[in-house]
């Protein structure tokens, strides 16, 4: 828990709060999920990082410190992306070419992730969720000024909390095979009836745990009641709806490259795309020739 900001005090909006204090009761009784744990490295560079003037070299001897996490920076920034065809090989070089804020983004994105991983057989989701990252931050840059780092690790948690469930509850992974519509409110709702617990409000309490911005960790908890906080119904920051838009933009982007792991269904129409695109006012023909570009660079990436 952050110091000082106590969960019960998170405004989880109107419609949607969820119960806490059930939550904590049945984790203590043993009966449900349990949010895993930050490594002592991550928790390390998250204080050194929010001081007014990081050193660097302690950074490095951090990272230096943790193989998979020093191995995960390496990877990143050998990209062609930050690299521009050299290979990177000083962790140092790594970290000034990613710059502080990047760097965090990533090091706990690469640390939940393996924490999030004991439930297996998690390699198709973790592909997609990469790539809904990558379309959300893009579309990010493209439409709003808020923080690419912040869409891109919207877009890599916003379904962290299915691993939980899956690890969690017997039949969870049955229900999502058994899914036969994409629609968030339908899958929340399902989850809410028959294990008590949506993977929404889960992933959302993740992300707070893991010091994510609550932009972030607010997005995640909205994708089933999208519209209403759009339309202002439910509190919602203006960037966590910012974010949400990209999210859900990228999702139907996806979804028409039909790798959405686990329901192989058609994207959604430009027409129930409406309230997004109204939204961030980008009307249905520039989102189509959007949509097809972005399509087009995932085509040559594959």
């Given at each position: 828990m952050v110091a000082g900001k106590n969960e019960d005090s998170l405004n989880y909006g109107v419609?949607?709060?969820?119960?806490?204090?059930?939550?904590?009761?049945?984790?203590?009784?043993?009966?449900?999920?349990?949010?895993?744990?930050?490594?002592?490295?991550?928790?390390?560079?998250?204080?050194?990082?929010?001081?007014?003037?990081?050193?660097?070299?302690?950074?490095?001897?951090?990272?230096?410190?943790?193989?998979?996490?020093?191995?995960?920076?390496?990877?990143?920034?050998?990209?062609?992306?930050?690299?521009?065809?050299?290979?990177?090989?000083?962790?140092?070089?790594?970290?000034?070419?990613?710059?502080?804020?990047?760097?965090?983004?990533?090091?706990?994105?690469?640390?939940?992730?393996?924490?999030?991983?004991?439930?297996?057989?998690?390699?198709?989701?973790?592909?997609?969720?990469?790539?809904?990252?990558?379309?959300?931050?893009?579309?990010?840059?493209?439409?709003?000024?808020?923080?690419?780092?912040?869409?891109?690790?919207?877009?890599?948690?916003?379904?962290?909390?299915?691993?939980?469930?899956?690890?969690?509850?017997?039949?969870?992974?049955?229900?999502?095979?058994?899914?036969?519509?994409?629609?968030?409110?339908?899958?929340?709702?399902?989850?809410?009836?028959?294990?008590?617990?949506?993977?929404?409000?889960?992933?959302?309490?993740?992300?707070?745990?893991?010091?994510?911005?609550?932009?972030?960790?607010?997005?995640?908890?909205?994708?089933?009641?999208?519209?209403?906080?759009?339309?202002?119904?439910?509190?919602?920051?203006?960037?966590?709806?910012?974010?949400?838009?990209?999210?859900?933009?990228?999702?139907?982007?996806?979804?028409?490259?039909?790798?959405?792991?686990?329901?192989?269904?058609?994207?959604?129409?430009?027409?129930?795309?409406?309230?997004?695109?109204?939204?961030?006012?980008?009307?249905?023909?520039?989102?189509?020739?959007?949509?097809?570009?972005?399509?087009?660079?995932?085509?040559?990436?594959?």
């Amino acid at each position: 828990m952050v110091a000082g900001k106590n969960e019960d005090s998170l405004n989880y909006g109107v419609f949607i709060k969820p119960d806490i204090q059930s939550m904590d009761t049945a984790l203590a009784e043993g009966k449900a999920y349990i949010l895993p744990p930050r490594p002592e490295a991550l928790i390390s560079l998250g204080r050194l990082l929010k001081s007014e003037t990081p050193d660097i070299a302690q950074v490095t001897g951090i990272l230096k410190r943790d193989p998979s996490l020093y191995s995960t920076v390496l990877a990143t920034v050998n990209k062609p992306l930050f690299c521009g065809g050299r290979t990177i090989s000083s962790i140092h070089h790594a970290v000034m070419l990613l710059g502080l804020e990047k760097l965090h983004s990533l090091v706990q994105i690469a640390a939940l992730k393996s924490s999030l991983s004991k439930a297996g057989r998690l390699e198709r989701f973790w592909d997609s969720a990469t790539e809904v990252a990558e379309l959300t931050a893009t579309l990010s840059r493209q439409l709003t000024d808020l923080p690419s780092e912040h869409a891109y690790s919207l877009g890599m948690l916003h379904d962290c909390g299915i691993p939980l469930m899956i690890e969690a509850f017997d039949g969870y992974r049955d229900l999502l095979q058994r899914m036969e519509t994409d629609d968030c409110q339908t899958l929340r709702d399902r989850e809410q009836t028959i294990f008590g617990y949506d993977h929404y409000r889960i992933g959302a309490r993740i992300a707070h745990h893991w010091y994510m911005p609550d932009s972030v960790s607010e997005a995640i908890r909205l994708q089933p009641d999208f519209q209403p906080a759009l339309a202002g119904r439910i509190d919602a920051s203006e960037a966590s709806k910012l974010l949400l838009c990209c999210l859900i933009l990228a999702k139907n982007i996806s979804r028409t490259y039909r790798r959405y792991w686990r329901i192989g269904s058609e994207p959604k129409p430009v027409e129930l795309l409406k309230p997004v695109l109204n939204y961030i006012g980008l009307p249905d023909v520039d989102y189509l020739d959007l949509r097809d570009d972005l399509l087009a660079n995932l085509e040559q990436i594959q």
